[in-house]
């Protein structure tokens, strides 16, 4: 059975906002359905009763007061983005809002 | 000059019978003769280097002390540099330029350290071989038709081919011990919490973990003290004590614990590699370990449910490549919708790995699939855990092959995502239970290939497997053979 078609790549790809061409989608129907048939073996495993790890840390860290810290400047937060505005202090984006 | 350990040159710099600009003058050179064939560097900050180097050579004498004085090291590039160029491998972070130094960065130079570069590694360390670099393969010194293993292999590379005598990389499944194995020298990971994350490119967030690479496992055990401890930065770092690593290698085993698990040995493991680890059990029984048998059930599960976890945390960390704060975004897409935007910027700025996890990722956590797939793994990684703890009622290490095979041929695998990840079968379990585990030269195949014994730990026992590793060290001599490209 195949459970990954080029439909659901699609309907994954628009979750995950990633355009594909068609190459890209028939190749990874086909490589993720191949995928998860492997990875179906856990889902036969009896696990009623099982906790779930999300992480192995059993103590989670504690609070710390809400401090003000140095942190970096307007300047070097903008300086890797791709379009800044520096003079705004603002990082462009094309249009949200409205046409 | 490049044949000298860590550990040598910190001596020879802190007496005065070394330079550090000559030590480094010498890695960098050893980078101009190997690099082009092998690949192991994204950047060489040859300028940098020499500086500190020069400043190091200048030293006042409070600085004599200093752990890593005077030692040249590569640094993954998934490892943030201030204002040097860091790209986890991916053309999305061709251009970045961190602002900031990495927690590990920063105590590394505090130590004395001096960085050469940036090391080459699978795209945002996805992978198994460096095949998903965006910038081209690194090559093995031991046979350069054949990958360095992955995703750390540029770090891997840089030591084993005598470039760098310590290195940084990272690892979620194995990307430090599997190229470590595949490239003849030692590497470890550290349990998680051990070292800081700030500063590492995230990928799977409740499995990273940065970790050390050397020629000896005292180097490993050196860099480790330097890097691990306690980072307010870093909310998943444990607040424990750092025990003095080096101190540990005394060389008695005697009454260790070793636990084998022979049914990981009899099934799917090249005959080189577990003829040389079941040699290796014979090393450190003749040093007065007790071999005893230790069950694993639930470890054939490991890559399912790595991959379903590890998918799930990356689609989620990676959704912050979008083209707005840093990065690449899409050419022409500025008078474009948002949405196309960060479609395209998305589609063109990752390579096929990273967009087949973000994808498997997603799936594994949209509506309908999240109970079926994300957790029931977290689930079966409980059991997975359980597993290593009653393990660890009868052992005090536990040796398996690090990797079923020696190196693989370039472009192998790289048709078939599958067949990669079932590589990974004896190193991703370990960071699923949060465990330390070390990897070290134990053997070569006829071929003349490295073969790596992997040795894992409990929870914050780095000692242990560093004791172990150390002592079968003693006894051995492959640690000390070199490639011929140096």
């Known amino acids: 059975m195949s459970e990954f078609t080029t439909a659901d790549v699609e309907r994954i790809a628009n979750l995950a906002r990633l355009a594909l061409t068609d190459e890209e989608k028939i190749l990874f129907a086909r490589q993720l359905d191949s995928i998860l048939q492997y990875a179906r073996q856990v889902c036969d495993l009896d696990t009623s009763g099982v906790a779930a790890t999300s992480h192995v840390l059993d103590r989670q860290p504690a609070d710390r007061p809400d401090e003000v810290r140095p942190s970096l400047a307007e300047t070097q937060a903008l300086a890797n983005a791709p379009e800044p505005a520096p003079a705004e202090g603002l990082f462009k984006v094309p249009r949200v809002l409205g046409g | ?486």
């Not at chain 2, 998934?78 to 204002?83: A, H, K, L, P, Y």
């Not at chain 2, 790289?414 to 030269?441: C, I, K, N, R, W």
């Open chain 2, 1 to 486: 000059m490049n044949e000298l350990t860590a550990r040598e040159i910190r001596e020879g710099v802190a007496t005065g019978s070394l330079s550090a600009s000559e030590v480094c003058r010498a890695c960098l050179e050893q980078i101009e003769r190997t690099d082009p064939r092998l690949h192991a560097f994204l950047t060489v900050d040859r300028e940098g280097a020499l500086a500190r180097a020069a400043q190091i050579d200048r030293r006042s004498r409070t600085e004599e002390r200093l752990p890593l004085l005077g030692v040249p090291i590569a640094v993954k590039d998934n490892i943030c540099t201030r204002g040097l160029r860091t790209t986890a491998g991916s053309r999305i972070l061709e251009a970045f330029d961190p602002p900031y130094d990495a927690t590990v960065v920063a105590r590394l130079r505090a130590a004395g350290a001096i960085v050469l570069g940036k090391t080459n590694c699978d795209e945002f360390a996805m992978g198994s071989s460096t095949e998903n670099s965006a910038y081209g393969a690194s090559r093995n010194p031991w046979a350069p038709d054949r990958t360095p293993g992955g995703s750390s292999g540029g770090s891997a590379v840089a030591v084993a081919s005598r470039a760098a005598p310590i290195a940084l990389g990272s690892d979620t499944g194995g990307s430090v011990r599997q190229p470590a194995a595949l490239c003849g020298v030692v590497g470890m990971k550290p349990s998680y919490g051990r070292v800081s994350r700030y500063g590492l490119v995230a990928f799977a967030s409740s499995l990273d973990q940065i970790g050390p690479f050397g020629r000896t496992v005292f180097d490993a055990a050196l860099l480790l003290g330097v890097i691990a401890g306690h980072d307010p930065a870093d909310s998943t770092s444990a607040q424990r004590p750092v025990p003095d690593f080096t101190a540990a290698l005394a060389g008695d085993i005697r009454g260790l614990r070793v636990g084998v698990v022979r049914s990981m040995l009899e099934d799917g493991v090249d005959e080189e590699v577990a003829r040389s680890v079941l040699d290796a059990i014979d090393v450190l029984r003749a040093r007065g370990a007790a071999i005893v048998d230790v069950p694993l059930p639930h470890a054939r599960f490991a890559i399912p449910v790595y991959y379903l976890i590890a998918t799930a945390e990356a689609s989620s960390n990676l959704a912050r490549y979008d083209g707005v704060r840093y990065g690449f975004r899409a050419p022409g897409t500025d008078n474009a919708d948002l949405r196309t935007m960060y479609e395209q910027t998305r589609a063109q700025g990752f390579g096929a790995e990273v967009k087949r996890r973000i994808m498997l990722g997603t799936y594994v956590l949209s509506a309908g699939y999240y109970e079926a797939y994300y957790l029931k793994a977290q689930q079966v990684r409980t059991l997975i855990r359980q597993d290593y703890d009653a393990a660890f009622e009868h052992a005090d290490v536990i040796v398996t092959p690090t990797s079923p095979t020696a190196a693989f041929k370039l472009g192998e695998r790289v048709h078939d995502p599958l067949q990669m990840y079932l590589a990974d079968v004896f190193t991703v379990g370990v960071p699923l239970a949060g465990l330390p585990a070390l990897s070290l030269p134990c053997g070569f195949t006829r071929d003349g290939l490295p073969i790596g014994l992997q040795l894992v730990g409990r929870m914050w026992d780095e000692e242990a497997i560093l004791r172990a590793g150390d002592a079968y060290e003693r006894d051995t001599t492959w640690w000390k053979r070199k490639p011929e490209v140096t």
